[in-house]
T-cell receptor, first 114, second 115 residues
Framework: AQSVTQPDIHITVSEGASLELRCNYS??????LFWYVQSPGQGLQLLLK??????LVQGIKGFEAEFKRSQSSFNLRKPSVHWSDAAEYFC????????????FGAGTTVTVRA | NAGVTQTPKFQVLKTGQSMTLQCAQD?????MSWYRQDPGMGLRLIHY???????DQGEVPNGYNVSRSTTEDFPLRLLSAAPSQTSVYFC??????????????FGPGTRLTVL
C-alpha cells in the first residue's frame, strides 16, 4: 500500500520569501500525486496534481511541484509567499491499481510572518 | 452550485449516542467519500461510493455506516458514538469515479466531539 511522509510539521516563512514543502511517498509503480491546501476552518482545495508527463507541474495560486522518481519526492514550491498562503498543506498519493483511494500525509502548517 | 455541503458544522455527543452526518452535492458527481482528520495523521478514508447503491470501505470503517440511495446524498452514520470518534469529518466528491480522473471537491467539514 502507498504511504506519504511530510517531514516538516510546521514551517515559518517571511512574506515575500520562497517556500518549499517536502513530500515523500512510498509506492512501487507510478503514483498519482496531489497537493491540497486547507485554510483555517475550511475544507481542502486542490493546488495541483501529477499523473504523468512533464515532471514539473504548475498549480493555482502560483504554486508548482516537481516529481522526482529517483528520490520518491513531490515537493511543493512557491517563489514568493503572501500572507494569505498561511494554511495547512497536505500531500496525497493515489494508487493506479486502486483508483478509489487517496492516502494523505500528516500535513505541514505554514505560518507567514510580516 | 452550492458544491459540497455538510451539516451540522459542529456536534457534541455523549458516548453511546447515535447520529448522522449529512453530505450533499449538487454537481451530479458519481464518486463521494468520507474522511476523518485527526491531528498529526492527515485525512483517513472511512467509506466511499462510486454511484448510487454502491459503497465500499476505506481505511478506517469500523464504527461507521454509509448508504447511497441518491446521487446527491451520502450520509455517514455513527450507531454508537465513542470518544475515539472525536474528529473533524470531511465529505468529498468528484465527477468521475476514482481519484485519478478528476478533481475531488471537499465540503467545509463537521467537527464532532464525543464525551
Amino acid at each position: 500500500a502507498q504511504s506519504v511522509t511530510q517531514p516538516d510539521i510546521h514551517i515559518t516563512v517571511s512574506e515575500g520569501a520562497s517556500l518549499e514543502l517536502r513530500c515523500n511517498y512510498s509506492y512501487g509503480a507510478t503514483p498519482y500525486l496531489f497537493w491540497y491546501v486547507q485554510s483555517p476552518g475550511q475544507g481542502l482545495q486542490l493546488l495541483l496534481k501529477y499523473f504523468s508527463g512533464d515532471t514539473l507541474v504548475q498549480g493555482i495560486k502560483g504554486f508548482e511541484a516537481e516529481f522526482k522518481r529517483s528520490q520518491s519526492s513531490f515537493n511543493l514550491r512557491k517563489p514568493s509567499v503572501h500572507w494569505s498562503d498561511a494554511a495547512e498543506y497536505f500531500c496525497a498519493v493515489g494508487e493506479e491499481s486502486n483508483d478509489y483511494k487517496l492516502s494523505f500525509g500528516a500535513g505541514t502548517t505554514v505560518t507567514v510572518r510580516a | 452550485n452550492a458544491g459540497v455541503t455538510q451539516t451540522p458544522k459542529f456536534q457534541v455527543l455523549k458516548t453511546g449516542q447515535s447520529m448522522t452526518l449529512q453530505c450533499a452535492q449538487d454537481m451530479n458527481h458519481e464518486y463521494m467519500s468520507w474522511y476523518r482528520q485527526d491531528p498529526g495523521m492527515g485525512l483517513r478514508l472511512i467509506h466511499y461510493s462510486v454511484g448510487a447503491g454502491i459503497t465500499d470501505q476505506g481505511e478506517v470503517p469500523n464504527g461507521y455506516n454509509v448508504s447511497r440511495s441518491t446521487t446527491e446524498d451520502f450520509p455517514l452514520r455513527l450507531l454508537s458514538a465513542a470518544p475515539s470518534q472525536t474528529s473533524v469529518y470531511f465529505c468529498a466528491s468528484s465527477y468521475l469515479s476514482g481519484v485519478s480522473t478528476d478533481t475531488q471537491y471537499f465540503g467545509p467539514g463537521t467537527r464532532l466531539t464525543v464525551l
